[in-house]
C-alpha cells in the first residue's frame, strides 16, 4: 500500500510562490511515476506536473510550464511542486499522486493523497 501526505499549502497573494511537499511511504519509490494534479470545481482532476522517480525526467501542462517545478528528494521519498508567479486561477486543492508510468491523466495514478489547498488572492 502506498501512502501520500501533501504539505505546503496555504494562502499567498498574486505573484508569490509556494513550495507544496508529497511525503510517501509504504513501498519503494524508484520504479514510480509521481504526479501533481488539481480539481476546479465541478471539472476533471486538471494535470500539473509529472516526474519518474528513478531518472527524473519531468513533464508539465502548458498552463504551469515556466512557473511550476516539480522536483524529488530520494532521500525523503518526498516530491515538491515549486509554485512561482501565482495567480488567482491557480486556486485550487492540490493532489499528489503516484503511478507506474509518468502519464498526464488521472486515472493513470492509483494511489492518491487527500490534498492540499492553495489559494491565491488578487
Known amino acids: 500500500q502506498v501512502h501520500l501526505v501533501e504539505s505546503g499549502g496555504g494562502l499567498v497573494q498574486a505573484g508569490g510562490s509556494l513550495r507544496l511537499s508529497c511525503a510517501a511511504s509504504?513501498?519503494?519509490?524508484?520504479?514510480?511515476?509521481m504526479g501533481w494534479f488539481r480539481r476546479p470545481p465541478g471539472k476533471e482532476r486538471e494535470f500539473m506536473a509529472a516526474?519518474?522517480?528513478?531518472?527524473?525526467?519531468?513533464y508539465y501542462a502548458d498552463s504551469v510550464k515556466g512557473r511550476f517545478t516539480i522536483s524529488r528528494d530520494n532521500a525523503q521519498d518526498t516530491v515538491y511542486l515549486q509554485m512561482n508567479s501565482l495567480k488567482p486561477e491557480d486556486t485550487d486543492v492540490y493532489y499528489c499522486?503516484?503511478?507506474?508510468?509518468?502519464?498526464?491523466?488521472?486515472?493513470?495514478?492509483?494511489?492518491w493523497g487527500q490534498g492540499t489547498q492553495v489559494t491565491v488572492s488578487t
Open positions: 499522486a503516484a503511478g507506474y508510468n509518468l502519464a498526464t491523466v488521472g486515472h493513470a495514478y492509483p494511489y
Open positions: 509504504g513501498r519503494t519509490f524508484s520504479s514510480y511515476a
Open positions: 516526474i519518474n522517480w528513478s531518472d527524473g525526467a519531468t
